[in-house]
C-alpha cells in the first residue's frame, strides 16, 4: 500500500449504532487531519493530530471521538450520529504541522450514510 | 483569520479551450496558497502550491498558477482543457501552519 488509505470506503449506520473509520499513512509523516465534506460546503477541518498529539478541535461534537495510536493511524469513532452528519470524510497527513506550506496528502474518503 | 473565495461554483469549457479558475485569499500575512483537484469518488490530490518563491507556478498536467498580491488573488489556469480536466478545484489558504481553509470548490466541465 502506498499514499494514504482509508477503510471502509462506504458506511451506512443507524443513528444508533456504532462504528469506526480508519486512516493508514504510509508516507513516514507526523501529522494526521481528520476532515468532512458536505455537499455545497467547504471542507470542514474536524481534528488534527501532531506525532499522535491532538492539536486541533474544530468545536466538533462530541459523537466525533478520534483517537491517534501511533503516527501512521488515525480513527474515527463514531456514535449516535444524525442524518447531517452524513458525508464524505476524508483523512490527510503531512510531514509536520509546524511549517506552512506543508502538502497535504489525502485519502480517497469515506462515504457515510446516516440513516 | 484567512478565508478563501472560489468565483463560480461551475465553469463549463469546450475541450481546447483555456480554463480560467478563480481564487482569491484573505490573510492578514503572506499566505500560502495551494491548489487541489478532486476527481470523482476520489481524495483530494495537490496540483500546485506557492510558497512564496516565484509567483508563476507550474503544477501538474500542464496547469498553473499566478500569486497576485495587489490583487489578492491565484488564479489556475490552463492552455487547453482535456477531456480528463473534468474533476472539482479547490483553492485553499494556510498561514504559518500547515492547517488549511479551503473554498467551496469549483466543477469544471470540459465538453467535446
Known amino acids: 500500500e502506498t499514499g494514504v488509505t482509508q477503510t471502509p470506503r462506504h458506511l451506512v449506520m443507524g443513528m444508533t449504532n456504532k462504528k469506526s473509520l480508519k486512516c493508514e499513512q504510509h508516507l513516514g509523516h507526523n501529522a494526521m487531519y481528520w476532515y468532512k465534506q458536505s455537499a455545497k460546503k467547504p471542507l470542514e477541518l474536524m481534528f488534527v493530530y501532531n506525532f499522535k498529539e491532538q492539536t486541533e478541535n474544530n468545536s466538533v461534537p462530541s459523537r466525533f471521538s478520534p483517537e491517534c495510536p501511533n503516527s501512521s493511524h488515525l480513527f474515527l469513532h463514531l456514535h449516535t450520529l444524525q442524518p447531517e452528519d452524513s458525508a464524505l470524510y476524508l483523512c490527510?497527513?503531512?510531514?509536520?504541522?509546524?511549517?506552512?506550506?506543508?502538502?497535504?496528502?489525502f485519502g480517497p474518503g469515506t462515504r457515510l450514510l446516516v440513516l | 483569520a484567512q478565508s478563501v473565495t472560489q468565483l463560480g461554483s461551475h465553469v463549463s469549457v469546450s475541450e481546447g479551450a483555456l480554463v480560467l479558475l478563480r481564487c482569491n485569499y484573505s490573510s492578514s500575512v503572506p499566505p500560502y496558497l495551494f491548489w487541489y483537484v478532486q476527481y470523482p469518488n476520489q481524495g483530494l490530490q495537490l496540483l500546485l502550491k506557492?510558497?512564496?518563491?516565484?509567483?508563476l507556478v507550474k503544477g501538474i498536467n500542464g496547469f498553473e498558477a499566478e500569486f497576485k498580491k495587489s490583487e489578492t488573488s491565484f488564479h489556475l489556469t490552463k492552455p487547453s482543457a482535456h477531456m480528463s480536466d473534468a474533476a472539482e478545484y479547490f483553492c485553499a489558504v494556510s498561514k504559518g501552519y500547515s492547517t488549511l481553509t479551503f473554498g467551496k470548490g469549483t466543477m469544471l466541465l470540459v465538453s467535446p
Open positions: 490527510a497527513s503531512s510531514l509536520r504541522t509546524a511549517t506552512g506550506g506543508e502538502t497535504q496528502y
Open positions: 506557492y510558497t512564496s518563491a516565484a509567483t
